[in-house]
């Protein structure tokens, strides 16, 4: 009797733990639909507001913005380390290592990161730089956002989804990835640590000069672009600024920005059902306590 007890019990738990990723991922989804329904474009105007704004429009090279990490060509763009692609401006990529290689057994991702040059997003009025940030690799966490595109690469300062992941280069062990591969990935511990002992697999997506995309993000005032040095203006008096000068950059509090090759209308239908969601999750996560309780209540003498 004790033994079913015992697993009413860790039953309860395993309840708990599905309710606990509904109620998260819903969290997440009411937050981004609330983030995506109210905040105003920018772009619009002559001038700009400091703060939230969205984008939409065609990605197009910035060769005359300030360099911020990544060094780009003449025309303001990068070659994709892994596909070849040219007329890049951002980059999202995982890796995998361990002896099973390329989608067999025993292959683990270890870390995801975006790199990325500044660009424009076009709108047909106007053109507002954008950027995301530059070698931003974390290691790869376990993530419970049920529903996220399986291509979504989220770093501590941007999420960026842009399709599938449509190019892959494997490494087999004690063989050197490409110079252009390690320098883009040297961020990550996990892949500098034992480099060269396991197998290893890249995968990457990129974003393209013409290629259309939505943006999320804060508008603050370039100072390199104002005349003054290369780097973003944080702080300030500089509620409103001339558009020309903005640029659409990572929040300032603990927020994500969003690069998205899917329009705001999708996006906003996927969000729209994160009450529900985080409803729905909160019963089960109340029904698996409830359940480990009362099982456990009765292996107490």
Request: no cysteine; hydrophobic share 40%.
């Amino acid at each position: 009797m004790a033994t079913v007890h015992v697993l009413l019990t860790l039953l309860g738990v395993g309840v708990m733990g599905v309710g606990f990723m509904l109620g998260r991922a819903g969290d997440r989804h009411r937050r981004r639909y609330a983030r995506l329904a109210t905040t105003i474009p920018a772009g619009t105007g002559r001038t700009t507001e400091r703060g939230l704004v969205q984008l939409s429009g065609t990605v197009v090279a910035a060769p005359d913005a300030p360099v911020r990490t990544v060094e780009p060509g003449a025309d303001g763009t990068v070659t994709a380390p892994v596909s070849g692609r040219e007329n890049v401006v951002l980059t999202a990529w995982r890796a995998s290592r361990g002896p099973g290689g390329a989608g067999l057994g025993g292959a683990r991702r270890v870390a995801t990161g975006i790199r990325s040059v500044p660009f424009y997003v076009d709108d047909g009025r106007n053109r507002v730089l954008v950027d995301p940030g530059t070698l931003s690799t974390r290691d790869f966490e376990f993530d419970s956002e049920l529903g996220r595109p399986a291509a979504t690469v989220r770093t501590k300062r941007a999420t960026v989804d842009l399709g599938r992941f449509d190019a892959e280069v494997y490494v087999p062990s004690r063989t050197a990835a490409p110079p252009a591969l390690t320098e883009w990935v040297q961020d990550s511990p996990h892949l500098r640590a034992a480099a060269g002992l396991e197998n290893r697999t890249y995968e990457e997506t990129s974003l393209r000069v013409g290629d259309e995309v939505y943006v999320l993000g804060d508008a603050r005032r370039d100072t390199g672009r104002a005349g003054g040095s290369s780097e973003l203006l944080a702080g300030g008096d500089d509620e409103r600024f001339p558009t020309d000068e903005a640029v659409v950059t990572h929040p300032v509090d603990r927020t994500r920005m969003l690069v998205s090759t899917r329009d705001r209308r999708r996006l906003l239908d996927e969000s729209e059902g994160g009450t529900r969601m985080y409803i729905g999750g909160s019963i089960v996560l109340l029904l698996g306590f409830a359940l480990a309780l009362a099982a456990t209540m009765q292996l107490v003498p």
